[in-house]
Nanobody, 126 residues
Framework: EVQLVESGGGLVQAGGSLRLSCTFS????????IGWFREVPGKEREGISC????????WYADSVKGRFTISRDNAKNVIYLEMKTLKPEDTAVYYC???????????????????WGKGTLVTVSS
């Protein structure tokens, strides 16, 4: 069974950095797109980044482009989200997700995801 487990969340000051990790298992040779969403209370879960199986195609939401970097290591079964120049508005629960159909870019929507992690909280203080 496919499983995703996030780690690395915590409290950081504005302007600081964090690295989130998502370990994945159970996918075998299936070509899942894997990436990240975030959610704050009262707002829709927002797709922020994803990467293809070969890690050559990467997408970022405008809100994080230039500050966040996604990478994927299939040998280690881990994807990362390097977050830099963090802002208070980045505060959210961050979720790792996977889509069997290869959702990407504008199609990186929560409704299309097949699997989810349980989330890790990132809090950015001012």
């Amino acid at each position: 069974e496919v499983q995703l487990v996030e780690s690395g969340g915590g409290l950081v000051q504005a302007g600081g950095s964090l690295r989130l990790s998502c370990t994945f298992s159970g996918m075998g040779s299936d070509d899942y797109t894997i990436g990240w969403f975030r959610e704050v209370p009262g707002k829709e879960r927002e797709g922020i980044s994803c990467t293809s199986r070969n890690d050559r195609s990467k997408w970022y939401a405008d809100s994080v482009k230039g500050r966040f970097t996604i990478s994927r290591d299939n040998a280690k079964n881990v994807i990362y989200l390097e977050m830099k120049t963090l802002k208070p508005e980045d505060t959210a629960v961050y979720y790792c997700a996977a889509d069997f159909q290869g959702a990407y870019g504008s199609s990186w929507l929560s409704a299309f995801m097949d699997y989810w992690g349980k989330g890790t909280l990132v809090t950015v203080s001012s």
